[in-house]
Structure formats: C-alpha cells, structure tokens
C-alpha cells in the first residue's frame, strides 16, 4: 500500500482543543541516594550507575551526568487505542487497552484525567477524539509541549504497527517501523523518524517521557539509539567501541547537548564503524536526547504482537502483561519488569518485549512515571 511521509514541520498544532496543564510549581530535587542501589529516600530512581558496557570511559563519565526526572512535576498522558472497527484489519483488544491503562496510571502512578488525551475509534461522535493521522500527529506535540525538569509523559499506543521501506540512511535494516492510524489507507502511516522527532528531541534535560507500543514491529518504534536485554545490558556496542578516540570526544558532545558538534567531530571516527553498526551510531547521534525517555515495546522488529482474551475482555497481550507485573509488584526495577513481562508472555506467545532508551541509563532503577 502507498505510504504517505508526514513531515512534522508541516504541521499547525495551533487551535488543538486538548486538555490544558493543571500547572503546579516544581519540586524541589530529591536528597542524594545513600542506599547505593539507585534509589533515594523517597523511593525515587538516582542517576544510578551506568552499567560498564564497552564503552569508551570519557563516554561512561558523561552518561553518569544524565539528568532523570523525579516524576513530582507536571504529569500528561497519551493513550491511543485502534481496533479498525468496521474494516478488514479489526482488532479486538485495543480499545479495552487504552481503559485498562488508564485505570492503571491513576492508580499507581498519579496521573489525572483532567490531563489525559484518549483517542479510540468508538469516539465517532466527537471528531477530535478520533485516532486519525492528523489528530495523533498534534495529540503528539500535545504531550510534550512546554516539558520541563521532573515532568513525566506516558505515551501508550495499542493497534496496528507495520515496517516500510526508509528513506533514511541511518536505518540498519533498511526499513521503518511505523504505526497505523485509523484513517491509514487515505492519510498514511506514522513512522519512527517523526515520532522520535515529535515526542523525544524536543524533550529537556531532566524530562521524562515513558512510552508503551503495543504493536507489531514496534522494537524501535521511537527510534531510541540505546536498547538493553534481560540482564539490563546494552545490546551492539560495537559502533562506539570501534570508532575510538573521535568517537569518545563526540559522545561527550552529545550527552552534554551539543548535538551538532558531535555530528562533526564523529565525520572520521564513522568511517572506522563496519556498515551495520556505523548505521547504529549515526542512530545514537542523530536520535539522542536531552530527556529522560524510556521505552517499552511489545515485540521485536521482526515480531508481530497478539490480541489475547482474558476472563473478562479482549485486551493486547503485551498491556495486559505489564499491567498483570505491576499489580502483582508495584516495586520493580526497569530490567525487573521486562523479565517479568517476557516470562508472562513466553507460556503463549513468541514475541519478545523489548526495552530501550533516548539515553544511556541504568536499568537497575526502579520503574516510576
């Protein structure tokens, strides 16, 4: 099917009627940590320490800077819920998804209706509320404008995800993931480039944004430069190992923000990269953030995700498992839950979640939105 590029410099966010912050002064920064596991007297994460990958030590010392949101400041969530009703391509658990999540985040985590934005295909009496191309493009921008230090943004997206062919050099198996709103055969999908674009470049230091894609083809739906496995260990390192000195000054450069000084002092080191993961390190260049951005994906890239029927609903595998993990726990770490999340899942089903970042962090922290 013909894919429509949706450029998100072209888009007038002016006018949106979305909810507006129910603003409150920022906290002030939590006590130092003197537990030494992460994890401050109030039982929020430090910046813990960064796991030593093979990563160039000057590297390790600015990634150890990293700035996290407490989570205390302001609080708004997206949730996007698309069962396709009346096509060919239904689903039957998305919608549910988008409830039981929202249930969820008021609960445990504090987030308030008020500053919730819920596009689902059963809204079709109010047009805005409609999982269209257009209105998840500016329900996107929505979420993350005006970010500031400790805010916290839960994005969480429940439908159909698909892979397309990419324009963009960068991509290392030549393809975009993307996802599908409601009106895609008319208005397109909404690839990786533009999500990462919209909702995690612009974030700032010491903003959080946590995002859950329950979809196929979704490990790399934001496009995050850092991903880690079970043990929370960052996977392909490679890119930053071979690329020496140059690249140690120039990640120094970007994990301080200086995005565009990175971009020229890493013109050399690229070219000591092999193909595959010199792909991987423009990635981490172009795709970094100031922001405190965490995700969570139903599966691999490669990996589709199921609807699955509990004792009471349809609802996406993948929800329903993280959902199931953090009523059980309340307390985990980030390496924790995806443990816990693929051990619920592997009974039934062959996709894998996957876990990734905007930066390098330690996943031995406690998840907290």
């Given amino acids: 099917m013909p894919v429509v590029r949706h450029r998100p410099e072209d888009i007038d ?19 130092p940590s003197s537990s030494g596991n992460g994890i401050n007297g109030h039982g929020q994460p430090t910046h813990g320490n960064i796991p030593q990958y093979s990563i160039p030590q000057e590297l390790q010392q600015e990634a150890s800077k990293v700035t996290l949101s407490n989570c205390r400041g302001r609080k708004r969530a997206l949730l996007i819920g698309i069962n396709y009703i009346g096509t060919k391509h239904l689903l039957k658990g998305c919608i549910n998804d988008v409830h039981n999540i929202k249930q969820f985040i008021t609960e445990h985590f ?35 404008s005006d970010a500031r230090m400790n805010d916290s943004f839960f994005f ?46 612009p974030l700032p230091r010491g903003a959080r944004l946590t995002a ?55 013109a050399k080191s690229v070219d000591m990269a092999i193909t595959g993961d010199g792909k991987l390190d423009k990635s981490r260049r172009t795709k970094s953030t100031l922001g405190d951005v965490v995700m969570f994906s139903g599966c691999k890239d490669d990996q589709t995700s199921a609807d699955t ?5 349809f609802t996406g595998a993948m929800s329903h498992a993280l959902i199931s993990s953090m009523n059980n726990k309340p307390h985990q770490t980030y390496v924790q839950l995806l443990q816990d999340i693929r051990r619920r899942l592997a009974t039934k089903y062959t996709q894998v979640p996957q876990l990734s970042t905007g930066r390098l962090m330690d996943m031995n922290t406690i998840f907290l939105m």
């Fill in 110 to 144: 504090g987030f308030r209706e008020a500053d919730m934005v819920l596009l689902t295909d059963d809204q079709r009496n109010n047009p805005r509320r409609m999982p269209t191309h257009d209105n998840i493009i500016k329900a996107m921008k929505w979420l993350v």
């Fill in 13 to 31: 966010f002016s006018g949106s009627n979305f909810p507006q912050w129910h603003a409150q002064p920022p906290p002030p920064p939590p006590p």
């Fill in 212 to 266: 859950i894609f329950d979809c196929c083809h979704s490990a790399t739906a934001l496009d995050l430069p850092f991903m880690y496995n079970h043990l929370g260990n960052l996977k392909n390192e490679k890119a930053i190992t071979y690329a020496g000195k140059g690249l140690m000054a120039a990640g120094s450069l970007y994990l301080k923000g200086d995005i565009a000084g990175a971009i020229k002092g890493l």
């Fill in 156 to 201: 969480h997206y429940s439908g159909h995800g698909v892979t397309v062919e990419s324009s963009q050099s960068q991509e290392i198996d030549g393809k975009d993931e993307a996802i599908c709103p409601v009106d895609f055969e008319k208005a397109g999908q909404i690839v990786d480039d533009d999500m990462n674009a919209i909702m995690v470049r």
């Fill in 309 to 313: 029927k509990t004792e009471l609903a």
